[in-house]
């Protein structure tokens, strides 16, 4: 069974944390989704577990119990709050990998911590806002080109559309959740949604709004601002995973990402969305134990 706990950061705040899967097995450090925190999943626990990994996952700064840093970090930022978890449990290895908005934070603990990190994967995650000769915004639903257009305006100007817009996502109820994710979802992931699915969404959603929209505040101002390392200093291994049925993050962005880290595999569907990829979590994380050698 999972366990939450509080482990301070290195400078002050504390970080909450969820821990679960096989406490003997080689460490899987999880980064979700914007907006997310932590949120005991079941189906998600047995999956880690049925694979022989240790689960860790956090809530990042202003999400859930997590307390916010002054100013919004970039993604490599993150990578530190990540090391003082990892050492505050005594984990040296381990692998990580990331869905949505954690896909860049996998990839910094991929280009960040080699001698540690020793695989990553990028789930339907989204490439930089900058990424020359992506059309970022293409493919993606309107909800998300009017956020991250307002996200650009600075952190007063994206807080206030937040409170406004995105208040009801944070509280939706788990039959709610469908509705409230509009034209970001697609049917595949409609059909992804079942009952347990959606009450895991919710509870993930309301906890990431313990603190109001703190915590997706500072997350869209990262995806719109340099992500704080390069990704062609990446030479751990990495595959990356993207659905063409995504309207949250486009399936181009994967296929940037494919190209422009050095030796990415690349899963891409013609027929996965941005939900239902989740669901081959079993598959992700059985290919992220061979990248990295994890037995």
Known sequence: MSERLQVPSNDGRTIEVLVGGDPDGTCLLFHGGSPSAVAESRRFDDTVADAGLRMLTCSRPGYGASTPRAEAGAYADDVTDSVAVLDHLGIDQFVTAGWSGGGPRALACAALLPDRCRAAATIAGVAPYDA?????????????????HVA??????????????????????????????????????????????????????????????????????AAVAPWGFDLADIRVPVAVW???????????????LAEHVHGAEKHLFEDEGHLSLIRQLDRILADLKRLGGVG
């Open 132 to 148: 020359a000769g992506l059309d970022w915004f293409d493919g993606m639903a309107p909800e998300n080109h009017a956020e991250y």
């Open 242 to 256: 993207q659905g063409r049925q995504d309207a949250m993050v486009p399936y181009e962005h994967g296929v940037w």
């Open 152 to 221: 650009e305006q600075g952190r007063d100007a994206y807080g206030a559309y937040l409170y406004e817009h995105a208040l009801p996502v944070l509280q939706a109820s788990a039959e709610e959740v469908a509705d409230a994710l509009g034209g970001l979802v697609t049917p595949v992931d409609v059909a992804a949604l079942d009952a347990e699915f959606c009450d895991w969404m919710s509870r993930t959603f309301n906890h990431a709004g313990a603190q109001g929209v703190v915590g997706m505040r500072d997350d869209g101002l």
